[in-house]
């Protein structure tokens, strides 16, 4: 099964942008879908948004608008375009291989301040 590492977090003020990026160890091609999860501190892990294998793309009501997701099979990496971010966005972000088995990133942190 493939391993996923994100990249790509940091601190940012709120309105500012960033992208993440989730590489994966093997081919992502027949992976049906490629998640982005993010967890708040005392929180659930929540689903932000999704791509399948056909570029087809879901987001969460709050994240609709202002994050993007993408993925670039020849590079096996999927990324996430965060916008007009706000201090309600810090969590850290994980990414997910969702296949006959879901896997999962370590994640990366994204500090976002008033």
């Known amino acids: 099964q493939v391993q996923l590492v994100e990249s790509g977090g940091g601190l940012v003020q709120a309105g500012g942008s960033l992208r993440l990026s989730c590489v994966a160890s093997?081919?992502?091609?027949?992976?049906?879908?490629m998640e982005w999860y993010r967890q708040a501190p005392g929180e659930q892990r929540d689903l932000v948004a999704r791509?399948?294998?056909?570029?087809?793309?879901n987001y969460a009501d709050s994240m609709k608008g202002r994050f993007t997701i993408s993925r670039d099979n020849a590079k096996n990496t999927v990324y996430l375009q965060m916008n007009s971010l706000k201090p309600e966005d810090t969590a850290v972000y994980y990414c997910?291989?969702?296949?006959?088995?879901?896997?999962w990133g370590q994640g990366t942190q994204v500090t976002v301040s008033s």
């Open positions: 997910s291989a969702v296949g006959i088995r879901r896997v």
């Open positions: 093997g081919s992502i091609f027949n992976i049906p879908f």
């Open positions: 791509i399948s294998s056909s570029g087809s793309a």
